[in-house]
């Protein structure tokens, strides 16, 4: 009997016609290789080929109990006040809406778990670029170890023009799924930009618009729940080709957008009104900004995020367990370099952003120039301390 170097004491290649799989009842010359108690004569021997079939059906059972267990959660563990303390760990400011995203997603999922027949619970945020909406959707989607597709809406287009199809926006949240469906169904779509497809002038449009209206169309179906077909490998479909069926009833939507302007909408109510510790929002103006009305029937929660303060800023930078500054000192300390900042420092930098309306992220951006030269020359700060004082900061902005 031949055999090639041996890598584990019962694993072997051999070429003994007389031995066979007692699995699949191949020969042993058939395979690449077998696990055996003896190599020559044994009554368990298993092939390569088994190996590798049986250890996928094992994996695929799992990812079907993860996701089983996940659609039926332990709804004492998880409750609105849990999922709010999760997003004040992470976002700064924002209680109202931290609120009413807190009910609207635990009530989603307990709706999902429920035999009874209910209307879905997506979500609309109304607030400037920069404030923490999508930060709040990740937040979210981590907490209850969920898949999320983040998207821009500006990118897709009716079916049958250039551009991406709304349908896409399911292939990559099946994606970030490891492609595993189950689990996809159940995940969050993050709608960037949704108020750059409002419609073109208070009336329907006659002629198609790809980019607005038409997108918003599109977008009906799947947010309301539909069965899609979808291309494997994405792109455009293909008559012979085989689908994925994605059922989106279970999908929870968030669709985010600026609106720059609406406040300056006419309506015969304020825009947003605080009653009893909630923001109302008046749906009319929505509609007359360009939103079709089917569109928002199918987003019942709205909420709005406030402009960020300069105190505001200056907690971000500090605050959150993924705070910008946290990130540096702990850049620096890979080069044993100690980073700090005075309050003062933290206090300009705070209002330059807000001066300039750069919203959260352009803390980043303000850092970042503060602190190049210092990333630069990191080795000549090796086992020494920076300290950043208001000096610094406005020499470099």
């Known amino acids: ?46 092939c390569n080929k088994c190996v590798n079939l049986y250890y996928d059906i094992l994996e695929l059972q799992k990812e079907e109990n993860f996701t089983e267990t996940f659609l039926k959660p332990n709804l004492k563990d998880f409750t609105p006040k849990t999922l709010y303390n999760e997003l004040n760990k992470y976002v700064v400011g924002q209680d109202e809406a931290k609120k009413i995203l807190s009910v609207a997603v635990y009530n989603h999922y307990k709706k999902m778990n429920s035999k009874d027949e209910f209307n879905k619970s997506n979500v609309l945020m109304i607030g400037p670029t920069g404030v923490g909406k999508t930060l709040l959707a990740k937040t979210i989607s981590k907490y209850l170890k969920l898949p999320i597709a983040i998207v821009d ?12 199809d709304v349908e896409n926006i399911l292939l990559s949240l099946y994606q970030k799924a490891n492609n595993n469906l189950k689990l996809a169904e159940v995940g969050i779509v993050f709608i960037d930009e949704i108020d750059k497809i409002s419609r073109k002038g208070d009336s329907p449009s006659i002629t198609r618009d790809v980019s607005g209206e038409g997108v918003q169309n599109s977008l009906l179906k799947i947010i309301e729940g539909t069965i899609c077909n979808l291309p494997p490998n994405g792109g455009r479909k293909h008559p012979y080709e085989e689908f994925i069926k994605f059922d989106t009833s ?4 968030i669709c985010s957008g600026a609106f720059e302007g609406i406040e300056n909408i006419e309506s015969a109510r304020v825009g947003f009104k605080r009653q009893k510790n909630i923001y109302h929002f008046d749906v ?23 402009s960020l303060t300069t105190t505001d800023l200056v907690k971000i930078l500090t605050e959150p367990q993924n705070a910008i500054i946290k990130e540096y000192q702990n850049l620096f300390s890979l080069n044993n370099t100690k980073l700090d900042f005075s309050n003062e420092a933290l206090k300009e930098i705070a209002e330059y952003t807000f001066k300039f309306k750069l919203g959260a992220r352009g803390l980043r951006q303000v850092l970042e120039k503060i602190l190049m030269d210092y990333l630069f020359n990191i080795d000549d700060y090796k086992n020494k301390e920076i300290y950043i004082d208001q000096d610094n900061v406005l020499s470099k902005i």
């Open 1 to 46: 009997m031949s055999k090639k170097k041996e890598s584990q004491s019962r694993i072997f290649s051999v070429s003994n016609n007389e031995l066979q799989c007692s699995f699949c009842g191949k020969s042993i010359d058939k395979v690449d290789f077998v696990f055996t108690e003896d190599r020559y004569k044994s009554n368990s021997i298993i």
């Open 250 to 253: 279970k999908v929870l939507f």
């Open 153 to 164: 809406a500006t990118v897709y287009t009716q079916a049958g023009y250039v551009g991406e």
């Open 284 to 306: 009319k103006k929505l509609e007359k900004y360009g939103m079709i009305p089917e569109l928002l029937g199918r987003l019942p929660v709205v909420c709005k995020l406030n």
